[in-house]
């Protein structure tokens, strides 16, 4: 027993069946690596990423302004993708009067450097030229008025001008990446602002003093000048010693990004957000993470060497390396749980059901009771479900990572302190959910409004693309409704041609068409050939589409 625990994969096994446990599996292949958080044995986070060149959510590019659009307050940026990106003017504050700040701070204390931009010199040329001393003056009279607005982004940055910039949502659909000009670099516990000497915490820690000992700790790192930090939610509770490395860290890489940034090539991407593997260890793995599988013996040694790097070694021991030969996913259970996200109808424990719809326009969710629930006009049991479903439409949010305007049709309830109940539970739910979300309380119709944020494309267009017989409607039109067009059309042709004689017509159509032509059909076709004195013959063709159907002449097989 004993020599069974010390194999990994016995250790693996044992651990599959042991309850309350807190898991992450990663399974890593060619084209894609997928990643899993199961939470006492139900799944709670699960994130795919593939092998492409569309830009990333994090990566920093060099790019040059293409246009400008005043009738959007937009500017179309070049960054060497397919498509040009989006960068709205509000997304260049206060990114530019940070950099106004910088650069006129750079140019008082050496005159002689020659900063290589011309948005740098737009900028000087708003503060004037003179001596140094009157430059210093000048700049600090004009510093305490100036305010930089969407009106002056034209001026400051026209067709043609180079920025950095960092996108912030990947492109969707038609839609190109959209970019924003305030730089920042997620670490572990820390998120560094290049741009910005702004220090704060996450608001998703309320403890008043545990805020006071993290803003303690964060003004006593030795921070770079014009250099900011936001300590993020994972935080809570650490030593200065992890804050310290962790900035080392983000330091590290933006002298990476300084040092492409000296011999520069428009557009180019100078920076790139870690991969999904580093990622979900960054985001994923805390104190209370039982262990992390993974399927590949090269990322399990990255994996390794990286959580004993940034997290100590007695995390690193939870890292296991997966090498049965059933798929990891089947092995744990999890894929049953992944194929169950892609459905439209989510059952809940209770016996009731949310159905899911992603639109173009919004997410809609309706709740319903079921056939599980007896009594289903009291108001407990109606709370009770709706409770329920708040859960399960939080945690389905994250999985799907679908977002923009969702709009909840929950149960009526009558009772305004069961209504606020609801809206307070669910705001609680979605505290943790690393999108940012804002909603509503509950209409008197009964419905929760609320926007989740999109970075990127949900899991469903990830996955799927949009078939290319009902368009994504999810419909098509019903054998009888074929049936009607079909007699309609041949009603035309016969008409047309009522006066030939050796006149017939083939109709070629999908099999299950033609089963509903020869069955339920047949004599209404029989009464158009004796109405017309016309010849008709059905064809089936497995390969036709089921919305469409051929009339021809069966001598020489044109079409008519």
């Known amino acids: 027993m004993e020599n069974n625990l010390r194999d990994p994969q016995a250790q693996i096994q044992a651990a599959a069946s042991k ?118 003056q000048e700049s600090e009279q004009k510093r305490r008025r100036l305010k930089i607005t969407v009106k002056d982004i034209p001026e400051l940055f026209p067709p043609g001008s180079e920025l950095l910039v960092q996108v912030v949502k990947s492109p969707i659909g038609s839609k190109g990446a959209r970019l924003t000009t305030n730089i920042s670099i997620p670490g572990r516990y820390l998120v560094l602002l290049p741009y910005s000497e702004h220090i704060g915490l996450s608001s998703k820690i309320e403890n008043r003093k545990e805020r006071e000992r993290l803003r303690k700790i964060m003004t006593e790192l030795d921070v770079p000048e014009n250099m900011g930090l936001i300590c993020r939610t994972v935080g809570e ?29 428009v557009p180019s991407v100078v920076y790139r957000e870690p991969n999904l593997l580093e990622r979900a ?31 100590g070694r007695r995390l690193a021991s939870k890292v296991k390396l997966y090498n049965k030969p059933k798929p990891i996913f089947e092995f744990f259970h999890v894929k049953e749980q992944v194929q169950d996200i892609f459905k439209r109808e989510v059952q809940l424990p209770s016996g009731g059901y949310i159905c899911i719809d992603e639109t173009e326009a919004l997410i809609a969710i309706d709740v319903n009771t079921g056939k599980g629930r007896k009594n289903k006009d009291q108001p407990d049991t109606i709370l009770s479900t709706n409770l329920e479903a708040a859960e399960e439409v939080a945690r389905q949010l994250r999985l799907r990572n679908i977002g923009g305007l969702v709009v909840i049709d929950f149960i009526d309830m009558r009772s305004q302190n069961d209504r606020e109940l609801l809206f307070k539970h669910m705001r609680r739910l979605v505290r943790n959910d690393r999108a940012k979300t804002k909603m509503l309380p509950l209409s008197r119709l009964g419905l929760m409004e609320m926007t989740r944020q999109r970075e990127h494309e949900s899991l469903k267009n990830t996955v799927f693309d949009v ?3 009902c368009q994504g409607s999810g419909r098509i039109k019903s054998v009888l409704s074929m049936s009607v067009e079909i007699q309609r059309r041949l009603q035309e042709i016969l008409r047309r041609h009522k006066d030939r004689h050796d006149f017939s017509v083939r109709v070629i159509m999908h099999p299950e068409v033609l089963s509903r032509l020869k069955n339920e059909d047949a004599g209404l076709f029989a009464e158009l050939e004796d109405k017309y004195g016309k010849s008709l013959t059905f064809r089936a063709d497995p390969n036709i589409h089921h919305e469409s159907f051929q009339l021809v002449d069966p001598t020489n097989n044109t079409e008519y």
């Open 19 to 136: 309850p309350n446990h807190k898991r992450i599996f990663i399974n890593c292949e060619k084209l894609e690596t997928r990643v899993a958080l199961i939470n006492d044995g139900k799944l709670e986070e699960y994130q795919i990423e593939r092998n492409h060149d569309e830009p990333q959510v994090g990566a920093i590019y060099l790019a040059k302004i293409v246009n400008l659009e005043e009738s959007l307050q937009a500017a179309f940026v070049d960054i060497g993708a397919g498509k040009n990106a989006f960068l709205h003017y509000w997304d260049m504050l206060p990114a530019s009067y940070d950099i106004v700040e910088r650069i006129t701070s750079e140019t008082v204390k050496n005159s002689k450097r020659t900063l290589p931009s011309n948005f740098s010199d737009k900028v000087k040329s708003l503060f004037g030229k003179g001596s140094k001393s009157k430059q210093l």
């Open 237 to 265: 509770g650490r030593k200065q010693i992890f804050f310290q490395r962790d900035m080392d860290m983000l330091l590290d890489f933006w002298h990476k990004v300084e040092t492409r940034l000296q011999n520069p090539k």
């Open 281 to 311: 260890v960054r985001d994923f793995m805390t104190e209370d993470i039982d262990d992390i599988t993974v399927d590949s013996e090269e990322q399990y040694d990255k994996l390794q060497g990286a959580v004993a790097k940034f997290m």
């Open 467 to 469: 078939c290319p017989y």
